[in-house]
């Protein structure tokens, strides 16, 4: 006999709304369907509206966590319709605000993902550091979150020279915090019971379903479009593109843990190697033709193709965010996990977390329904972690 | 496998296929083939060439047909493949790549229900962003609508 249980599509830890449908055989999930829409904006369709540089703006919407890779991959695809370079200072300018924006998401993921396997401490920690990364974040662009320091041929603020001592020492704080975290899961026995072997991606399920960035990379698919197609400043600093092959969720974490040392790493070559210049082209318009542009948002890759017929308006403008392939992937992820886990493991993917608020048990001889609140998922994974405490005497 | 290599067996395999190669720059490159044979070409490049499918794009054009675009990628190297089909009004049919490239259900169902494409043997033609009770035969990305 198979049940399902719907998850989603509404709930407060969530970035997006998406609905799960698991078919379960007792406790083991057999089938896993997605729903996903709830929270579309027809973006495509307004772009066509917006002049080039609404566009930007535009697309900065559309992710409140990730929101300056949009723009990046935004102008990278105008400045491939143009033919455009932009300047060398604001090309490490650029890098330096997608790192620190990876460092902050990944922080955020990681808190997230603690809380929910009930490390409310590690919760605690990652979000208190991440005040950190968005501090440097405001000193830069004066915004926390949706930073509109991006423009076709360049940037829209300098980073002070001033400001650049104060920027080092913030980075030299967050360094401690990274081995903290690290140390903290990486060698905890109760996070390797929780997480290893569970929700496994295989490499050639990571290719069939074409995911990509931190679900891709985990599963020993060497794919970063940092590295791979090089835009802004990363061909000019030297960092490591972080491959695991376990494809497991403790993969997933540990990938992520390992990329916000490189992103560190990124951030202080580029402040070593600016130098003054100028920082926008001022470009006025863009000619007819296509455009595509790539760029390696904390998720994965973002792709955006866009059409001009020559006017200041694009005739069409397409967006792939990384969740689109990575959520899919999860078909594959969750089959043969128990229901504590499969969560865990949706979430791990980092798409926008578990979704768990309202839960349905559909028992389907009985046709009988009952609502689960998050808080009793949430409780379901808690005393999972609780039993492997027991048992390993932690 | 580098780029010289992909794109010398693109040519000895595929070339009776290619209606037009247009190379926008080093790193872009744009291939217009016959809708019928997406589905050869495309699993070419996915099993032959180890390429990965990022995603299509749809437009309408107003040259009396949707225009699809079929991105691909070849792992650890900068450049985009995109495969050009021109699909004609009003029967908008082409074939799925799904059976395929599992990772192209998704947004085959997106075009099929914002423009209008019917893919055939498509494994799970349902809406995907649009609520299923949109009115039939609405397709917001159209500009003859």
Known sequence: ?394 | MKWEEIEKKIHSELDSKIIKWMKHNDNRIYIDIDPKDIVEVSEFLFRQLKARFIIASGVDTPRGGIEILYHFDFYQLPQVLSLRVFVEKPKLEIESIAGVIKGAEWIEREIAELLGVKFKNHPNLIHLILPEDWPEGKYPLRRDQ
């Open chain 1, 1 to 394: 006999m198979s049940e399902i249980i719907p998850i989603g599509p509404y709930h407060p830890l969530q970035e997006e709304p998406e609905f799960f449908r698991l078919h379960v055989e007792g406790e083991r999930v057999v089938k896993l369907e997605i729903e996903i829409g709830y929270n579309h904006r027809g973006i495509e369709k307004l772009a066509e509206s917006k002049s080039w540089d609404q566009v930007v703006f535009l697309v900065e919407r559309i992710c409140g966590i990730c929101s300056t890779s949009h723009p990046a991959a935004s102008i990278n695809a105008m400045e491939d319709l143009g033919g455009i370079e932009a300047p060398e200072r604001a090309q490490y300018i650029r890098t330096i605000i997608c790192e620190l924006e990876r460092i902050h998401s990944h922080l955020l993921w990681l808190g997230l993902a603690g809380h929910f396997i009930g490390y409310n401490t590690v919760w605690m920690w990652a979000w208190k550091y991440r005040e950190i990364v968005c501090d440097i974040l405001e000193k830069i662009t004066g915004n926390r979150q949706s930073y509109a320091m991006f423009k076709v041929g360049g940037v829209r603020r300098d980073i002070l020279d001033e400001d650049i001592p104060w920027i080092r020492k913030s980075l030299d704080k967050l360094k401690p915090a990274l081995d903290l975290f690290k140390g903290a899961v990486m060698d905890d026995p109760v996070i390797h019971a929780r997480t290893k072997g569970v929700g496994v991606l295989t490499k050639q399920q990571a290719i069939d379903y074409c995911v990509v960035g931190p679900t891709a990379r985990p599963s020993g698919v060497a794919i970063d479009v940092r590295k791979d197609d090089p835009y802004f400043a990363y061909e000019w600093v030297d960092w490591d593109i972080v491959v695991l092959e376990e494809g497991d969720v403790f993969a997933k974490v540990a990938c992520r843990i390992l990329e916000m040392y490189e992103s560190v790493k990124i951030i202080e070559q580029c402040l070593d190697k600016m130098k003054p210049g100028v920082i926008d082209l001022k470009v006025k318009e863009l000619p007819a033709g296509e455009g595509i542009g790539r760029a390696e948002a904390p998720r994965g890759e973002v792709y955006h193709y866009c059409r001009s017929d020559g006017s200041n308006f694009p005739v069409r403008y397409k967006v792939r965010a990384p969740s689109y392939v990575n959520i899919f992937s999860n078909e594959a992820a969750c089959v043969g996990e128990s229901i504590a886990d499969a969560a865990l493991v949706l979430a791990a993917v980092d798409p926008c977390y578990c979704c768990t608020e309202r839960l349905v048990v559909v028992d389907r001889d009985k046709k009988k329904e009952h609502l689960l609140s998050g808080n009793e998922l949430l409780r379901l994974s808690h005393e999972k972690t609780e039993q492997i405490r027991k048992r390993l005497g932690v």
